[in-house]
């Protein structure tokens, strides 16, 4: 088992974290300075000047879109940016995920988020080749942003079966209607792409009946009725928001792999997918330990270093460990994902609870150290625990995959019972 990247996956993970420490770092506090300031004007939906120069030297650099998965990616990393033409295995991947996620702006300057990596994802293992000349190349060049509308405020969106809204095939068209919300990016001025998941056939089995559609977001009946604030910051440019579909009509060929293959699409997206939070959220935490570790040594309180004080060395020494496990346990589900291993969906909904409930932890004693600041945007900590709690909802909920967890372990004993 060979959990160490590969020479090239080291060697750009090297040059990643070259590039943000003498392009991203110097300048991300100016970035969301200006951030800020474009709120005030009601500008902050539109990307930043220098996100679109940062950009452009990365691809420049030859780090762009390194999220692209060997074999299925090869002849676009070749096309659009990454260097040495070819995609990365999971365990390849993952270091330069972390590496990422110790800054809020470095996934986009590498053309790396969420969810416009699934989405590319999507198009690249399941689209079909006019899908991917309309919709993948333009996402892979930055050109366009896109949004992944799956969840529904009427029904437990952790069960996708109960999903209410549909995609009915009539005719060489689809007709779509339905409410979804938290859908991430819609908010950016260049989000163009919307990858909608619906209900098709009520009388298949029930992981047959939704699909997967393309649909433009100038398409008519695609109203954004409210951007959605968590926990009162709006994550702008990219944002997340209610979506109203109203009897949208798309060409039957925006079906992604053909009717009723949703479920399949979903479990082959979110698997790297996840891999990819959790090694963002890893990075999070480091640099949570970081700031906190700074901040014990140098300030002090009733006469000594708050290193010093209150049992924080032991908090300290605790969020080191729990890191160094998330990171192994991360890299071992990368290791199964990369080798088609079936223990890879028990190990992926394993880290899926893990990481983001261990960030979370970490970020929090960092926000302790540093009082009353934290909670303020002066620092990233307060930006951090949010991401790292709502990454507990997103890609499934916590409950749900201990769910895959029990039913794998249980599974065990059961057939060496009988």
């Known amino acids: 088992m060979l959990l160490s990247p590969s020479p090239r996956g080291a060697e750009l993970a090297e040059r990643v974290r070259a590039f943000i420490d003498t392009e991203v770092t110097p300048i991300e506090a100016d970035y969301h300075a200006e951030l800020a300031e474009a709120r005030c004007t009601g500008n902050a939906w539109a990307p930043l000047p220098r996100m679109k120069q940062l950009q452009a030297t990365a691809r420049d650099a030859g780090l762009w879109n390194l999220f692209l998965p060997a074999g ?20 390849d991947y993952a270091p330069i995920a972390e590496l990422m996620g110790r800054s809020l702006i470095a996934p986009y300057v590498f053309n790396c988020n969420a969810p416009d990596t699934g989405n590319a994802e999507v198009l690249l293992r399941y689209g079909s080749p006019a899908q991917q000349q309309e919709w993948l190349e333009p996402l892979l ?40 919300w938290w859908s991430t990016g819609i908010g950016h001025s260049e989000c163009e792409l919307l990858i909608f998941m619906g209900l098709t056939d009520p009388g298949a089995h029930r992981y047959l009946q939704h699909s997967m559609v393309i649909v433009p ?11 959605l604030p ?47 939070h959790c090694m963002r959220l890893i990075g999070l935490a480091e640099q949570s330990l970081e700031m906190a570790c700074r901040r014990a040594l140098s300030r002090v309180a009733f006469g000594k270093p708050l290193a010093n004080l209150g049992g924080n060395r032991e908090r300290i020494a605790d969020a080191r460990i729990a890191i160094n496990q998330a990171r192994l346990h991360v890299l071992h589900a990368a290791w199964l994902l990369d080798a088609g291993d079936p223990a890879a969906r028990s190990a992926v909904s394993e880290i899926k609870v893990a990481v983001p409930t261990m960030a979370q932890s970490v970020i929090d004693m960092a926000m302790q150290l540093h009082g009353g600041v934290a909670l303020s945007e002066d620092l990233p900590l307060a930006a ?13 909920p916590d409950a749900v995959h201990r769910g895959v967890v029990a039913r794998t372990e249980l599974a065990k004993y059961r057939e060496a019972s009988s």
Not at 147 to 161: K, N, Q, R, W, Y
Not at 249 to 265: K, Q, T, W, Y
């Open 72 to 91: 299925h990616g090869d002849a676009y990393a070749a096309r659009f940016g990454t260097q040495g033409g070819s995609g990365l295995s999971n365990v």
């Open 141 to 180: 060049e930055a050109k366009i942003r896109s949004a992944f509308l799956m969840t529904e405020p009427g029904v437990a969106s952790s069960d996708a079966t109960t999903m209410e809204a549909t995609a009915v095939v009539d005719g060489d068209e689809v007709i779509i209607n339905g409410t979804k």
């Open 230 to 276: 968590t926990m009162g910051w709006y994550d702008e440019p990219h944002g997340h928001g209610e979506i109203c579909l109203t009897d949208v009509r798309v060409p039957l060929s925006n079906i992604i792999a053909g009717p009723g293959r949703a479920f399949e699409i979903a479990q082959g997206r979110l698997g790297p997918g996840r891999i990819h």
């Open 217 to 227: 977001r100038s398409a008519p009946g695609v109203e954004v009725v409210r951007m």
């Open 384 to 396: 951090a625990w949010l991401q790292a709690r709502a990454i507990r909802f997103a890609d499934g």
